[in-house]
């Protein structure tokens, strides 16, 4: 039989692949969703700590070849929402694992967030996404590396439920050297790489105007287009980060083979965002019979038997 289950801190998973925080995933309806399909787990909204509106329309536009570029600006129900429905879902299913998505605009917000997390029934993964591109006036905390280590100081002081972080793709190989090196001094369950990538500008010729309404145009892209960049990012952190803290790939991922490429690069895990969108939960099912295909034509009957296994011409 070929297995395509993974673990990550100690918790398995019969698939390896989600959702992506930011789609189809908002309220209790895209949720109970995601718990119907074949996803390994979901992702809930990333989560303020109150119900928020988000950038005005139009916020996104779909690109030629499966991408798209949006500024939506947080979307979301609020923490409250999020957290009762998550800890309701752990009393249903008590032996299932999920991911609890928090994008505090502050690092006051996170922490009490957090707090909140920590005082909660809650159990699972909590993903503290510290790359959000979208949101006008507030940089990515993921990009200032002092501020990186200054948050998760802070986190680790109380907080002691498996905790991972969402990044920015970086672009530098001395960025991957930098960011391992906070990364690995704190017990993170799992890193969440890549964000889409930020501050983008789509131009519709006829019209001779951008193609979103936010901060004038600019917005983060997704999609087919940035899997190189994702799997340059999950390669490079996979190569630097302590074995304890697993890899969750995320961009550019619309075939069973980009899903295979993200975990021959290293990822344990795998979340759809963008093509997810476009095909809802069917995805799942699609992705795992082409994984699955993939697998039985190399005679590979688990993901451990590949995962971080990616060959260089110097091998």
Known sequence: MTSLATSIGGRTFDNCMMNAAGIRCQNKKDLDALVASRAGAYVTKSATPQK?????????????????????????????????????????????????????TSLEDNLAMLHQIQESEYHGFVELNLSCPNVPGKPQVGYDFDRVNEVLDEVFKFYTKPLGVKLPPYF?????????AILNQYPLTFVNSINSIGNAL?????????????????????????????????????LRLKPEIAIVGTGGITTGVDVFEHI????SMVQIGTQ????????FDRLAEELKAIMNQKGYTNITEFRGKLKTFDD
């Open 52 to 104: 928020r509106a988000g950038n005005p329309s139009p916020r996104m536009h779909t690109l030629p070849n499966k991408g798209s570029i949006n500024s939506m600006g947080l979307p979301n129900n609020g923490l409250d929402y999020y957290l009762d429905y998550v800890v309701d879902d752990q009393h249903k299913r008590p032996d299932a694992t999920n991911f609890l998505s928090v994008a505090g």
């Open 172 to 180: 530098d190989l001395v960025h991957f050297d930098q960011i391992a």
């Open 202 to 238: 789509v131009v519709d010729p006829q019209t001779e105007r951008v193609v979103i309404r936010p901060k004038g145009g600019f917005g983060g892209i997704g999609g087919a287009s940035v899997k190189p960049t994702a799997l340059a990012n999950v390669r490079g952190l996979a």
């Open 264 to 267: 021959l690069c290293g990822a």
């Open 276 to 283: 997810f969108g476009y095909e809802g939960t069917a995805i």
